[in-house]
């Protein structure tokens, strides 16, 4: 991609109106677009960071036998009300709309109810048994406070994984599944060393825990416990003698940190699909309630905290799955046209390549391009002048490693291709 066509600019100046490190950096990078509090919109170089995010998802969903689908976001009320889940004073943060003939609707924050109800249609014997449908989509929540960025939109990107289980061993086995895909993901996008299993709450669901996704940082809203030694980590919200207890832990051996929730999984069982009546018949002909679970990542949340994480002022580095290109190209032909045709061939030969790159073509300032690439993080940097022509090579930067080298071209291309 030509930078000189890309709409979206950098800008220095920080947002008045935002509070948050996560939101003020991709802002500041030309990423997103702060429409309103906890509403943002994803420009074409943020876009491009959270498809590489979902594909990430998605390969690791796909390995353990998930099924991508698409839900719709308008949701019925009668679905609700059957599972006791529509009153305000229950789910307090329901975005509701209503028909024209006056009948409610409302704006999924969740879609655990509405695939239940689809699932009648399909389930009805154990042969239907397990299937694991999952999507990404765009969750609604009124949620009170928005002031932290991505981390807490009131609309935002999930991924939702649902399990369909036959009996408790699937669901449990499923479960681990779940834990080793959600570990690789982390890995992945290079969150992987902190980012922490964490025994949580099990909500309303009846089941005790659930498990968080938790990656450490400052600007986290909540409050984890960990055992390094162990690995083990506790939700503030069930931190207390039991679960210490049952995990064989002590209070002395842990330490506090602040994390932001980035994935979060829970045992379901019955809960959906009891009042919903989304049974099958067992293989004695039996009807029985499908036990479910559900398995969510927030999309839109990981780029933020990777913007938090990775973020210093005026610096960004994105891991190299999910950056928005491999390489930066940065042209520095000052007004020569027999320069700039040679920083065109070389951006010619990087795309036959196969390697992403936003080649820097504008006419601007060295000291400008730098600047902007430092804040928009793409890890690899390739820089071409008349210096580095005459010298029959390039100057590449690895922005992870901090080396810098003089190299041909063609080892360059061997570098990022090996990546
Ligand atoms: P939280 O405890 O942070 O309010 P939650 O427990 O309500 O989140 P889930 O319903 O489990 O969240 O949603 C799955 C994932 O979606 C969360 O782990 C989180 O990463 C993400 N998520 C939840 N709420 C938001 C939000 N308002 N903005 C962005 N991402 C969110
Ligand atoms: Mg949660």
Do not use: C
């Amino acid at each position: 991609m030509l930078q000189s066509k890309l709409f979206s600019k950098t800008r220095f100046e920080a947002p008045k109106d935002e509070v948050s490190k996560n939101a003020e950096s991709l802002i500041r990078a030309g990423f997103i677009h702060k429409d309103m509090a906890g509403v943002y919109s994803y420009l074409p170089l943020g876009l491009r960071v959270i498809k590489n995010i979902e594909k990430v998802v998605r390969e690791e969903m796909n390995k353990i036998l998930g099924q991508e689908i698409e839900l719709s976001s308008l949701q019925e009320k009668t679905v609700w009300e059957k599972t006791g889940r529509w009153d305000d004073k229950i789910v307090d943060n329901w975005f509701k709309t209503k028909l024209k003939n006056g009948s409610e609707l409302g704006l999924a924050y969740t879609h655990e109810a509405a695939l239940a109800e689809i699932m009648k249609e399909y389930i009805s014997s154990y042969r239907d048994l397990p299937t694991y449908p999952y999507q990404f989509q765009t969750k609604f929540r009124n949620e009170l406070r928005a002031k932290s960025g991505l981390f807490r939109g009131r609309e935002f990107l999930m991924k939702d994984m649902y399990s369909f289980s036959a009996t408790e061993a699937d669901l449990n086995s499923f479960y681990e599944n779940a834990i080793v895909a959600y570990k690789n993901v982390f890995q992945r996008i290079g969150l992987g060393s902190m980012t922490y299993l964490t025994v949580a709450s099990g909500g309303t669901f009846g089941t005790k825990y659930s498990h968080e996704f938790q990656t450490l940082t400052s600007a986290g809203e909540d409050l984890i416990y960990i055992h390094k030694e162990k690995n083990i980590a506790i939700n503030k919200e069930v931190l207390n003698d039991e679960t210490l207890a049952e995990l064989g832990v002590s209070m002395s051996e842990l330490v506090e940190e602040k994390s932001v929730e980035v994935g979060n999984i829970y045992k379901l069982g019955t809960f959906y699909s009891l009042p919903l009546g989304l049974n099958f018949k067992d293989e004695k002909g039996e009807v029985k309630p499908v036990i479910m679970g559900s398995y969510g990542i927030g999309i839109s949340r990981l780029m933020g905290t990777i913007a938090e994480v990775n973020g210093r002022e005026n610096f960004m580095l994105w891991p190299e799955e999910i950056s928005p290109f491999m390489v930066h190209l940065i042209g520095i032909s000052n007004g020569d046209e027999s320069v700039f045709k040679e920083i065109n061939d070389i951006y010619n030969e990087l795309q036959k390549s196969n390697i992403t790159v936003l080649f820097d073509d504008r006419d601007a300032r060295a000291g400008e391009k730098f600047r902007d690439a430092d804040l928009i993080g793409i890890p690899h940097q390739i820089v071409v002048s008349k210096k580095t022509i005459e010298s029959k090579g390039v100057e590449y930067l690895n922005r992870i490693s901090s080396i810098k080298e003089n190299l041909t071209l063609e080892k360059v291309i061997i570098i990022l291709k090996s990546k």
